[in-house]
């Protein structure tokens, strides 16, 4: 029996990647609530020791040793501190009294009675009996509370490995679809991506294996909860560090990311070191860097920048590919205007504004778009704020253009 007991709390810590403590802990607990519901009384505090290699028992009283007190005069004090309290004066904490709890503690002549060194703060366990059966009640108490405790450390165990995990990729299988989220199995938890953190068009069938952006990890009523997402910034910033030595070892640098998730990405690198080109370390050797990172995306497209310190120069990089002309800005107001040929227009809006758009996130300016030097006929005007409605779109023809350039 010893030895099955001893195999089953074993295997508990295996299959639930539980520490032993936690299942010890939960056994003891479960024995204790037993002991006390059928043998113990009212005034027991229980405290069961179990040995999991022989499967046996030991139970005790403990008691923590306090200075004497009158419980009369005690109740007499307490009575007059509540009814302060409904007239609505404030309570100093000096003032707060403390009940002696019978069950937990014990006067200190009571226990000098058992021993004569007891003084104040001392514990005292005292053995009690341990009956040869606990019974059918006290077996099913012990079970449900040995699951629930389990449940628990199994709850709070997931939750403390993905908390960690919170703003990291990792990598997961899709099981089902609930209406319009999936859920995803991480292997040791299931995660939920909800239907806001998908990229548009993006397949997610049943046993497709992902990187996903672990967006927030929360403790709910049913345990821990994980979200995820396919559409985060940083998701992309994630990727080019597991893709890019020069990235995860900190010599080149990410300043920023514009994403418009399953289309296209514009990404502003940048690093101290000369003998380091950082776009070039991030397309790696024939493209095999990047290409990889779109097929993780699901071939989104990624523009990859020079960051500049001179907004100027930041500018004319984030719209690229088109040539620009011509810049002016305010600093103050964070705005610049741009001219470029008209051969060159299509390519600085993009399709349907998306690449002005782009560009204005990345660099956290307003960006008029001008065809000529002169500024006439203004065709696009972006803000980071601004929204596809408000953008003036180029016209078909531009469209076209642009596809052809690119």
């Not at 049943?206 to 909860?225: D, I, Q, S």
């Not at 040539?323 to 964070?334: L, S, T, W």
């Amino acid at each position: 029996m010893a030895n099955e007991i001893s195999n089953a709390i074993k295997h508990i810590c295996e299959e639930k990647n539980l520490p032993l403590d936690a299942v010890i802990g939960a056994i003891e607990a479960a024995l204790a609530a037993a002991y006390r519901k059928d043998f113990g009384d009212k005034n027991q505090n229980i405290k069961v020791v179990f040995n999991a290699d022989n499967a046996q028992t030991v139970v005790f009283d403990v008691k923590t040793v306090v200075a004497d007190v009158d419980l009369e005069e005690q109740e007499k004090e307490l009575e007059l501190l509540r009814e302060r309290r409904e007239a609505g004066e404030d309570i100093d904490e000096d003032e707060e009294i403390k009940r002696f709890n019978p069950r937990s503690e014990i006067m200190l002549s009571e226990a000098r009675l058992i021993n004569t060194d007891y003084k104040i703060g001392d514990v005292i366990e005292t053995k009690l009996e341990v009956p040869a059966e606990y019974g059918r009640m006290a077996a099913q108490t012990a079970k449900q509370v040995i699951i629930q405790r389990l449940r628990e450390a199994e709850r709070d165990h997931v939750f403390n490995e993905y908390q960690d995990k919170e703003g990291t990729l990792v990598l997961g299988t899709v099981t089902r679809r609930e209406g319009r989220r999936y859920l995803v199995d991480l292997g040791q938890a299931t995660a939920i991506l909800p239907p806001e953190e998908q990229i548009p068009r993006e397949g997610y069938n049943t046993g497709a294996r992902l990187n996903f952006y672990v967006v927030k990890v929360h403790m709910t009523n049913k345990g821990p909860e994980i979200i995820l997402s396919r559409t985060h910034p940083d998701i992309v910033k994630e990727l080019f560090a597991m893709e890019v030595p020069e990235i995860a070892a900190g010599s080149v640098e990410i300043k920023g990311i514009a994403r418009e998730a399953g289309s296209r990405s514009k990404v502003a690198v940048h690093t101290d070191e000369e003998s380091i080109d950082p776009i070039g370390s991030c397309v790696g050797q024939k493209g095999s860097r990047i290409q990889t990172i779109i097929s993780e995306l699901g071939g989104e497209k990624i523009d990859i920048i020079q960051w500049e310190e001179d907004p100027k120069k930041y500018i004319i990089n984030a719209l690229s590919p088109a040539k620009v002309n011509k810049i002016e800005i305010d600093e103050e107001a964070r705005i610049a205007a741009v001219m470029v040929n008209e051969d060159q227009l299509s390519l600085a809006i993009g399709k349907s504004g998306q690449n002005v758009r782009l560009a204005a996130r990345l660099v956290g300016w307003k960006i008029d778009i001008n065809p000529n030097a002169d500024g006439e006929t203004k065709k696009a005007k972006k803000s980071p704020e601004e929204t596809d409605e408000n953008l003036t779109e180029a016209n078909e023809d531009d469209d076209e253009d642009e596809e052809e350039q690119e």
